[in-house]
């Protein structure tokens, strides 16, 4: 037999082998906290370097260039049936009175290979841009108004000095003929650079100068009301249902499986699905906020079911065997106590996923809300688009100034999603209770 000698540390010795485990512990304790710290501040320079570009490009997308002259509202030229209704005025002559407006503010050119340098330095939409302005002024006709048209987008880019002007001319989108108007219109004090109406008022166009977010907007309002209305309503009853009702079999567990495995499918699968579905067998129309706040509902859906059963889960177990104690039933319990105890949670989630929705672009663009829609949209079955569709649109498209303007709408849309998320932390905050 052997005996088995154990060593006696000494109090000085022991207090060593203490103090050198603690010292490793510590270390290593030390050298996590540097790493983690390292980590956070390597994606806080990634998201400051994301957010310096989109603004360095975005800020000057939400400006443009002006120039302001004279015109005269000459009733005969502009209305000539003399009605001022949309109809009428769209007879008129709108870019002759323009053009005599330019021409007086440039010195009244001569020869047509001036006029036609001098045509080419307005934005296209400048008849537009007046129509507009005499119909909501109309007690203004025929007197001379001094009115403010957006430049060219060749020209804008040249006042941003994108253009060189010591290339040679025939390297330039414009000739040293319209570099010399825009310098005397620069020199009189007629050009300016302001924040852009066309921006924030204007819908889709192939003219960079005169594009805008407007039609965008008011669709991505459009698709996420009908995706709240559908999604929210289903996501809770349904959260209710598994979480307080259904019993627990081998059903129910297939059902949340499916729930959670839904959750993780790509966008795209959704905007597929609603393409065979609403708009191949049902036969809905394409470009449609009805269309795309459905397949995005869907796609919401899961999350909302799984956010609003943890939020009912949240609520203690006391609360219903006080509520059953006193004799409310079943439902009472439910309706009564566990639901506006879990709604807090049950909307955070809910913002959180149509946050989610309003940045997607994938199903969308299977539904085919990428067509070129010029007007806006006044109701859910109208054609549209939304912002996100809109910023892949214009990220295509070659002018340097829809760069900008992508950047600008990029900004937008990412203040939209930060209000909405913003949204849903204060109205948590306001309407959590804690036990």
Request: hydrophobic share 50%; proline share 5%; aromatic share 6%.
């Amino acid at each position: 037999m052997t005996d088995t000698v154990h060593s006696v540390l000494t109090p000085q010795e022991a207090a060593d082998r203490v103090a050198a485990s603690l010292n490793k512990r510590n270390s290593s304790e030390t050298r996590f906290r540097a790493w983690g710290i390292a980590a956070i501040t390597t994606a806080l320079a990634f998201l400051v370097l994301l957010f310096t570009g989109i603004l360095s490009k975005g800020i000057p997308g939400m400006h443009q260039h002006y120039v302001t002259f004279d015109v005269t509202l000459d009733a005969e030229r502009l209305d000539p049936q003399g009605l001022m209704t949309p109809e009428s005025l769209s007879s008129g002559d709108f870019d002759s009175v323009i053009r005599d407006g330019l021409y007086a503010a440039l010195g009244n050119p001569e020869g047509r290979k001036e006029k036609r340098a001098a045509r080419g330095i307005l934005s296209s939409g400048s008849s537009q841009r007046l129509m507009g302005y005499v119909l909501d002024n109309p007690s203004e006709m025929g007197q001379t108004i001094s009115m403010k048209f957006a430049l060219d987008d060749d020209i804008d880019t040249f006042l941003r000095g994108m253009i060189d002007r010591n290339t040679p001319e025939a390297d330039r989108r414009i000739n040293d003929q319209v570099i010399a108007y825009v310098d005397r219109l620069e020199a009189d004090g007629r050009v300016s650079y302001e924040l852009s109406d066309y921006l924030f008022f204007g819908s889709a166009s192939r003219d960079a100068e005169m594009a805008g977010i407007k039609g965008a907007l008011i669709g991505s309002i459009l698709t996420l009301a009908i995706c709240v209305v559908i999604a929210f309503p289903l996501g809770v009853a349904t959260a209710v249902y598994l979480e307080e009702i259904a019993p627990k079999n081998r059903i129910t567990e297939i059902i949340e499986i499916n729930i959670n495995n839904l959750a993780a499918v790509p966008s795209v699968v959704f905007g597929i699905m609603g393409l065979a579905i609403f708009i191949v067998t049902f036969g809905m129309p394409r470009s449609i906020p009805l269309v795309g706040g459905i397949v995005l509902a869907l796609m919401t859906l899961p999350t909302i079911i799984i956010s609003s059963r943890a939020a009912i889960r949240a609520v203690p177990p006391s609360i219903r065997d006080a509520a059953l104690g006193v004799g409310a039933s079943k439902m009472q319990t439910i309706f009564h106590h566990v639901i506006p105890l879990a709604m807090p949670g049950m909307l955070t989630g809910t913002i959180i996923g149509m946050a989610q929705a309003l940045g997607e672009t994938a199903p969308l663009l299977m539904i085919g809300m990428v067509a070129f829609i010029v007007d806006v949209p006044t109701g859910v079955t109208d054609p549209g688009t939304v912002l996100p569709v809109q910023i892949f649109m214009w990220a295509d498209f070659a002018e340097r100034m829809f760069i900008q303007k992508t950047s600008a709408a990029i900004i937008v849309l990412l203040a939209f999603l930060i209000t909405m998320n913003a949204a849903a932390i204060m109205l948590r905050k306001k309407l959590e209770r804690r036990w």
